[in-house]
Every structure is written in structure tokens, then in C-alpha cells.
């Protein structure tokens, strides 16, 4: 068996970027929002990696409080996959890229 020790006053865990995805639409936490810095993204979708690109836009999906409603394109692509990933963050492009192969690990 492989224990792994808990440390309640341990080291400190880094604050990433992580996307929620529902039936419906895209949870946004806090860091993600920070990073983005916008109030519309742009969806867009790469079939070959299934990997999401959320990108700061000045037209596009608004972000209603942590969420964007994505149902639509949901659909378009034909996206099923739900839970929470996290999202690597690109300084250049101002885009969060969310990897649907590599879901985070539940916590039951």
C-alpha cells in the first residue's frame, strides 16, 4: 500500500486555475477569472486534443458572475465530459486552455 501523510499546517498549495464543466455551462473559479481578466470570452474547441480554449475577448460569451453558459456550444461539438479540470493559463494568447482528457482527481 502507498500512505500518503496528511500535514494540515503544511506546505502551501498553489492557487490554479480550474474550470467546472455542467450539462449546460462553464464555472470559472476565482483564479481563473483573474487570469482572464475580462467580463466576454471566446469558446473554442480542438477535437484532435479535446482541449477547450477559453479566451478574453471583446465580443463573445459574457461571464455571468463564475459562469458561462455553454450549452450551445456543448452541442455543437458534441462535448459530454463533466467535472472539475484545471486550466493552464497562456500569458500570451490571454487564454485558459482546459485539457478534457485529465479530469482532477475526485475528492471522495
Avoid at 490554479?16 to 482572464?36: D, F, I
Avoid at 475580462?38 to 459562469?67: C, F, M, P, W
Avoid at 490571454?94 to 485539457?99: F, G, I, N, Q, S
Wanted: overall charge positive.
Amino acid at each position: 500500500m502507498a500512505f500518503e501523510i496528511y500535514k494540515p499546517r503544511g506546505e502551501r498549495v498553489p492557487k490554479l486555475p480550474m474550470v467546472t464543466l455542467s450539462k449546460n455551462s462553464m464555472v470559472l473559479n476565482k483564479h481563473a477569472r483573474e487570469k482572464l481578466n475580462a467580463e466576454k470570452v471566446e469558446l473554442a474547441y480542438d477535437s484532435e486534443t479535446n482541449v477547450i480554449r477559453i479566451k478574453a475577448s471583446e465580443d463573445g460569451q459574457n461571464i455571468k458572475k463564475t459562469k458561462v453558459f455553454g450549452r450551445g456550444f456543448f452541442n455543437h461539438f458534441e462535448i459530454v465530459a463533466k467535472g472539475k479540470f484545471f486550466a493552464n493559463f497562456d500569458e500570451n494568447e490571454r487564454a485558459l486552455y482546459v485539457d478534457l482528457n485529465k479530469m482532477q482527481k475526485s475528492s471522495q
